[in-house]
């Protein structure tokens, strides 16, 4: 089963020094968001990728051109250039890499890659987003209800505090942490699609505003719960404590 990675917005501002770059570009631990992400899932054996690329597709495309030079060690010969390569390390990984636009929606960056996908089902997840998601068992949930679409849902993480207000409208203080986050869930940005969503991937169509609205109405969307970890690496302070994690050896999305 491919995995599909959106990664065509624009330019990062999360990380000082490296604006100019697409944000699954920027690095944590030394390597790309989009490395971490890629990681997870191959984790799984899921190994073939398509990256919808965007702005500044070109620095994506070359990073996989380089990947075999960027893992190992190298040796460079100026006198005749030639490059002698030592400790060679790769991935296991298939990666298709598509310019689908600057300005497209999520939905279209989808719509764009439908040529590539051969099987029944794929896998689409953001390019901002880490987790310790087990995508086996993820996938195995959405084959065994047989929907279109399933999407993960993960708790929120965020620094706004949730509010415990009733059907009324009053708040109620008194209520624990605990019973105020179980009944919350967010959209993951991670989803397993069948083939016969491309139907509903008309235009310029946007996956949570438009495609899962349309799916809900017509019954089929299904969720599946994640009670793990889950970041989306949106501003600098996210970057920095996925850094502080993965630093102290304690990444939950490298197992």
């Not at 490395?35 to 500044?56: A, D, L, P, T, V």
């Not at 010969?77 to 991935?91: A, C, F, G, M, Q």
């Amino acid at each position: 089963m491919k995995t599909v990675i959106l990664a065509g917005g624009m330019q990062s501002t999360i990380s000082n020094g490296q604006e100019g770059i697409p944000k699954p570009m920027a690095e944590l631990g030394g390597k790309p968001l989009l490395w971490h992400i890629m990681k997870h899932f191959s984790q799984y054996g899921f190994n073939e990728f398509i990256i919808c690329g965007g702005y500044k597709v070109a620095l994506i495309k070359e990073y996989f051109l380089d990947f075999y030079i960027y893992e190992s060690d190298i040796t460079v010969d100026l006198s005749d250039n030639t490059v002698k390569i030592h400790k060679k390390r790769t991935e296991d990984w298939k990666v298709t890499v598509v310019d689908t636009g600057v300005f497209s929606s999520t939905g279209q960056r989808v719509s764009l890659i439908q040529k590539y996908i051969d099987e029944d089902s794929f896998l689409v997840t953001y390019g901002d987003c880490l987790s310790d998601m087990d995508i086996g068992e993820f996938v195995s949930a959405h084959r065994a209800v047989g929907k279109i679409a399933t999407m993960a849902l993960a708790k929120p993480t965020g620094r706004n505090q949730l509010i415990p207000i009733d059907d009324q409208g009053r708040i109620h203080y008194e209520s624990s942490e605990r019973d105020i986050n179980k009944n919350a869930w967010i959209n993951a940005d991670c989803f397993v699609f069948n083939r016969k969503v491309f139907e509903y991937l008309q235009g310029n169509y946007d996956l949570e505003k438009q495609l899962l609205v349309s799916l809900s109405a017509k019954q089929q969307l299904e969720t599946w719960r994640h009670e793990g970890y889950w970041s989306a690496i949106e501003t600098k302070r996210d970057l920095i404590e996925a850094e502080n994690l993965w630093n102290d050896g304690i990444a939950p999305w490298i197992v």
